[in-house]
């Protein structure tokens, strides 16, 4: 038996109203590489914003600001949009240029008639790498409690291949309920490359009525997954299926109400580098290949030579087990 409503902050009858869930796009960082014949980073203002202006998606409403940004680690530059940001590094050709649209770039984007599936379209077809994407649904429910995931999760209820489930709370001096308890719950580590939160969206901002979000967050390899799955089957079926699979939870009624769609394939994600495969192509080849140079300058040839006769070996057993 649910509790009564009250018990969940609700006062008034108007706020038992159920509205359908909204998905959308909440996050959305991706990075672009430098244009070709590019080698260096123009010292003109008008040239540099033709460069990074070329990373957004087109739209007349989003353009270059001219606002410095304190850059953010792995660059060394950074400058406003009209709604996003973007980062670069002038003296490092391998460090792309990197986008961020946060949760309130995206709505401002559709605010200005930009969809999310636009933007995410724009970012899969030109991005280099999709470091961060996040999926939100908003559930308008009066049954919906954060808290009934942790609880059921407890009690062996919840289905997710995360192995850690956390609560923290908040309190929020509301104008009409006065001081009032938010929590927030974590499927998965923060920094884990999949990760999902749900919390009162309705108190986080001071909204009156049942407003609940959950929000899946998705890095690297799992947000490039991600993006294709939403692109293949659509931002609102695409959502709520990425969304249902990371936490699935049989028995909750307001949580299946709320992700309930069609059968959606699930996004495959490559094989992870190892750490051995890491070391040799970014430190053991590199390390060879530089050595072998500067013997070659010096009149040797010891290092080039047992490269060349293991290369001519590992063609050898290519072909033998090609044919």
């Known amino acids: 038996m649910n509790p009564p409503l009250t018990n969940r902050g609700v006062t008034d009858p108007i706020d038992l109203v159920h509205a359908d869930p909204i998905v959308s796009i909440d996050w959305l960082q991706y990075s672009v590489p430098w244009p070709d014949g590019l080698h260096q980073w123009p010292d003109h203002g008008f040239q540099e914003t033709e460069v990074i202006s070329a990373v957004l998606p087109p739209h007349k409403k ?3 600001t001219g606002e410095i940004l304190h850059p953010i680690r792995g ?15 002038s003296g490092n050709r391998a460090q792309h240029i990197g986008v961020i649209f ?5 709505r401002a984007a559709v605010n200005v008639l930009m969809p999310n599936t636009e933007m995410l379209n724009w970012a899969i077809a030109k991005a280099r790498k999709i470091a961060r994407l996040d999926v939100a649904v908003d559930i308008f429910d009066h049954r919906a409690d954060p808290s009934d995931i942790l609880t059921m999760w407890k009690a062996g209820y919840v289905g997710t291949p995360a192995r850690t489930v956390t609560e923290t709370t908040s309190y929020t001096n509301t104008s009409d ?21 749900v919390y009162d969206k309705g108190i986080q901002t001071g909204h009156d009525g049942n407003w ?7 890095r690297d390899d799992n947000a490039m997954a991600l993006a294709n799955m939403l692109q293949r089957s659509g931002i609102v079926d695409g959502g709520r299926a990425a969304i249902r699979n990371f936490c699935s939870a049989p028995t909750l009624g307001w949580w299946n109400d709320a992700l309930n769609g069609p059968a959606v394939e699930l996004a495959k994600i490559p094989r992870r580098e190892t750490n051995t495969e890491k070391w040799v192509m970014n430190v053991a080849l590199p390390a060879v290949q530089k050595l072998a140079i500067e013997q070659l300058q010096d009149g040797r040839s010891t290092v080039y030579d047992a490269i060349s006769r293991v290369f001519n070996e590992l063609e050898i057993y290519r072909e033998a087990n090609t044919e």
């Open 62 to 64: 989003l353009f270059m």
């Open 212 to 218: 609940i979000r959950a929000e899946l967050q998705a």
């Open 177 to 197: 309920r006065g001081i009032v308890k938010a929590p927030t719950i974590y499927v998965g580590k923060r920094d884990s490359e999949r990760m999902l939160r």
């Open 75 to 89: 660059y060394n530059s950074g400058q406003a949009a009209s709604f996003g940001r973007v980062f670069w590094h």
């Open 102 to 106: 946060t949760g309130d770039d995206m």
